[in-house]
Nanobody, 124 residues
Framework: QVQLVESGGGLVQTGGSLRLSCASSGLTFSRYAMAWFRQAPGKERSFVAAISTSPTRTYYADFVKGRFTISRDNAKNTVYLQMNSLKPEDTAVYYC????WGSGTRIEGEYDYWGQGTQVTVSS
């Protein structure tokens, strides 16, 4: 049974940082592209960042470029999202997702597995 479990969310002030983690089990992690999506209240879920299988390439939504960094540790079956210079508009539930042999697509429907999400709240 595949599980993706996000952690690291919380409440932070504008300009602060958080590091999200997504620990996976039940899959051969190195074979999966991994991504982060987010869903703000009243809005649709949207792409944040993705990282492909090896050789790794990373992809970002325009609104997080230069502030967020996605990385993966295949030995720990974990993907991370380092979020710096957080803004109130970054407030959302953040989800990780896995795409078999994926290249790091921005298309939500391409992802096979999803976590339950972790709440990130940025206060002004």
């Amino acid at each position: 049974q595949v599980q993706l479990v996000e952690s690291g969310g919380g409440l932070v002030q504008t300009g602060g940082s958080l590091r999200l983690s997504c620990a996976s089990s039940g899959l051969t992690f190195s074979r999966y592209a991994m991504a982060w999506f987010r869903q703000a209240p009243g809005k649709e879920r949207s792409f944040v960042a993705a990282i492909s299988t090896s050789p790794t390439r990373t992809y970002y939504a325009d609104f997080v470029k230069g502030r967020f960094t996605i990385s993966r540790d295949n030995a720990k079956n974990t993907v991370y999202l380092q979020m710096n210079s957080l803004k109130p508009e970054d407030t959302a539930v953040y989800y990780c997702a896995a795409d078999t042999w994926g290249s790091g697509t921005r298309i939500e429907g391409e992802y096979d597995y999803w976590g339950q999400g972790t709440q990130v709240t940025v206060s002004s």
